[in-house]
């Protein structure tokens, strides 16, 4: 971890009467556990969706997407 990671963590903690993170830490990786659950039932509903798009639209759906990440970059 790095030092000003944990100095900010022991700040937060102070400012709710914690002596240490440990209770930080157990929330953040309930909270990213979750999340981690939650985009796994996202990705697994748009797997569930190939086919229902046509070849047509799907190459429509490719190019649009190659235009906008040209202007990400």
């Given at each position: 971890?790095k030092?000003?990671?944990r100095?900010?963590?022991?700040?937060?903690?102070?400012?709710?009467?914690?002596?240490?993170f440990?209770?930080?830490v157990?929330d953040?990786?309930?909270d990213?556990?979750k999340?981690?659950?939650e985009?796994?039932?996202?990705?697994?509903?748009v797997?569930?969706?190939a086919g229902?798009?046509?070849?047509e639209?799907a190459e429509?759906?490719?190019q649009a997407?190659?235009?906008?990440r040209?202007?990400?970059?």
């Amino acid at each position: 971890m790095k030092p000003e990671h944990r100095g900010a963590l022991l700040t937060i903690a102070a400012r709710r009467g914690q002596k240490g993170f440990s209770a930080l830490v157990a929330d953040a990786i309930e909270d990213y556990l979750k999340d981690e659950g939650e985009w796994e039932r996202r990705r697994e509903a748009v797997l569930a969706l190939a086919g229902s798009v046509s070849a047509e639209d799907a190459e429509e759906l490719r190019q649009a997407t190659r235009a906008l990440r040209e202007t990400w970059r």
